[in-house]
Every structure is written in structure tokens, then in C-alpha cells.
């Protein structure tokens, strides 16, 4: 049975030895991105490291609809033309009419990172402001990718509204 000073002078080589190779070793690497990762295009989603961000759901409902005739008409030229700045400020990603069940009217997606924020955006929409419509709000965390939909839209209309 070997001595207990020549085990101690073998364990101290051997600790030795993976202490010298662990020093010049390199340390971990951070995981490689995918081959496909656009980092400037995570970042002009505003992408977290997985790819989602914080939007707030707009949910249009029908509130006293104004008669047919040429001021609701107006209203809705309004609420079109609303729709298109706030989207080319980068705060709209996703807008669209739903069945009317139960009252719902639309949607909006805005690319905002509180409710507080999206309704100060909302109060400017003609629909909200004549009373047509109201919004109800909810945070939404999703792929930041439905943030560059208006830039991707503009590519596929062939009669933009």
C-alpha cells in the first residue's frame, strides 16, 4: 500500500498540472449565434436574445357609430391616414378589421413598451376621438419580427392604402 505522502505528492502533481492546463485554456466561448442572426436587424426590432419584445393589443370596439354620410366618411380618411403616420414613426406594427363579434371592430399592434404610451397614441385616432370606437389595452410580449411587418407590407401592396 503506498504511503500517504507519495499519494499527497501525486494528487498535488496532478492538480497542479489541470490548474497550468486550465490557465492557458481559453474560457468557454459565449454560445455562437446562428448562422442566419441579423444583429442589426434584431436590433432594429428592438429584439431581446431570444428575438421577442413588449408591444401593447389594441382592441377597437364599436361605440356610438356615426350615420352614413360625409363626416364618417371623414373620420375614417382620418383614421386610415392616423394609421400610416403612427407607422411610419415605427409605433404601429400590425393593424387590421375584425368580425364585428361582439363589438369588435380592430386591432392595432403598437410597438410600444406600456399601455400609458399606447393610449396617449390611441387618443390621436379620429375613431377614438368622435366616439365611433373605444380601445381596450393589454401588454403583449411577442417576436419582435411583428415589428418590421409595415416596413415588409409596403414591398407586397400592390395599392397601398
Given at each position: 500500500?503506498?504511503?500517504?505522502?507519495?499519494?499527497?505528492?501525486?494528487?498535488?502533481?496532478?492538480?497542479?498540472?489541470?490548474?497550468?492546463?486550465?490557465?492557458?485554456?481559453?474560457?468557454?466561448?459565449?454560445?455562437?449565434?446562428?448562422?442566419?442572426?441579423?444583429?442589426?436587424?434584431?436590433?432594429?426590432?428592438?429584439?431581446?436574445?431570444?428575438?421577442?419584445?413588449?408591444?401593447?393589443?389594441?382592441?377597437?370596439?364599436?361605440?356610438?357609430?356615426?350615420?352614413?354620410?360625409a363626416q364618417r366618411d371623414e373620420m375614417?380618411?382620418?383614421?386610415?391616414?392616423?394609421?400610416?403616420?403612427?407607422?411610419?414613426?415605427?409605433?404601429?406594427?400590425?393593424?387590421?378589421?375584425l368580425d364585428g363579434v361582439e363589438g369588435?371592430?380592430?386591432?392595432?399592434?403598437?410597438?410600444?413598451?406600456?399601455?400609458?404610451?399606447?393610449?396617449?397614441?390611441?387618443?390621436?385616432?379620429?375613431?377614438?376621438?368622435?366616439?365611433?370606437?373605444?380601445?381596450?389595452?393589454?401588454?403583449?410580449?411577442?417576436?419582435?419580427?411583428?415589428?418590421?411587418?409595415?416596413?415588409?407590407?409596403?414591398?407586397?401592396?400592390?395599392?397601398?392604402?
Open positions: 500500500m503506498p504511503k500517504l505522502p507519495a499519494i499527497l505528492s501525486c494528487l498535488t502533481l496532478a492538480l497542479t498540472s489541470l490548474g497550468a492546463s486550465a490557465q492557458s485554456a481559453p474560457a468557454t466561448p459565449a454560445a455562437a449565434a446562428p448562422a442566419n442572426y441579423d444583429a442589426a436587424l434584431a436590433k432594429k426590432a428592438g429584439a431581446n436574445e431570444n428575438g421577442m419584445r413588449k408591444f401593447v393589443l389594441v382592441i377597437l370596439k364599436t361605440h356610438k357609430p356615426l350615420p352614413a354620410g375614417f380618411k382620418g383614421h386610415f391616414a392616423n394609421m400610416k403616420r403612427l407607422a411610419a414613426e415605427g409605433k404601429l406594427a400590425l393593424a387590421g378589421p369588435r371592430r380592430g386591432i392595432f399592434v403598437l410597438a410600444v413598451e406600456d399601455v400609458e404610451e399606447a393610449r396617449k397614441l390611441v387618443a390621436t385616432d379620429p375613431v377614438i376621438i368622435q366616439g365611433e370606437m373605444t380601445a381596450d389595452f393589454h401588454r403583449f410580449f411577442a417576436s419582435a419580427a411583428v415589428s418590421l411587418i409595415p416596413g415588409l407590407h409596403e414591398k407586397i401592396a400592390l395599392k397601398p392604402f
